[in-house]
């Protein structure tokens, strides 16, 4: 379920303007699509976290797009997903059955896996890994 307009807006003006974290470090934006149910996560390591996700909730139709290398990796994701939250028509909490879990972290969007990397999700990463 997404969160008002405003609200999200005020929290990404929030964070954008927070002082970047002494914990926080170098990494990637990882994002892969199933249907068109996206996930945006961080890593500081991408082929491990691919193998683990792989892994533990095995799933032939789960699509990886490349990474992107950021500076402030949960800074980044932070931002990120309050991008991406204004942008998506839903957040689906979903209960998976191949891994009997219930995956948060998700986004919706109707244009085809092709058009919203293209459009929509790249460029918010992108610009999440820069701002």
Not at 36 to 64: A, V, Y
Not at 110 to 116: K, P, R
Request: proline content about 5%.
């Amino acid at each position: 379920m997404r969160r008002s307009l405003p609200k999200l807006q005020r929290l990404f003006n929030k964070r954008q303007t927070r002082k970047i974290s002494d914990a926080d470090g170098a990494g990637y934006l990882y994002a892969y699509v199933n249907n068109k149910e996206w996930k945006i996560g961080t890593t500081n390591d991408f082929f491990r976290r691919q193998k683990q996700w792989d892994k533990s909730c095995p799933d032939i139709s789960r699509l990886w797009l490349p990474p992107i290398k950021v500076a402030n990796r949960r800074r980044a994701e932070s931002l990120a997903h309050l991008m991406l939250e204004i942008a998506c028509i839903n957040r689906p909490r979903t209960y998976c059955h191949l891994c009997r879990r219930k995956h948060v972290e998700k986004f919706l969007f109707t244009q085809s896996w092709t058009v919203a990397w293209i459009t929509i999700i790249e460029p918010i990463l992108l610009t999440a890994a820069t701002a």
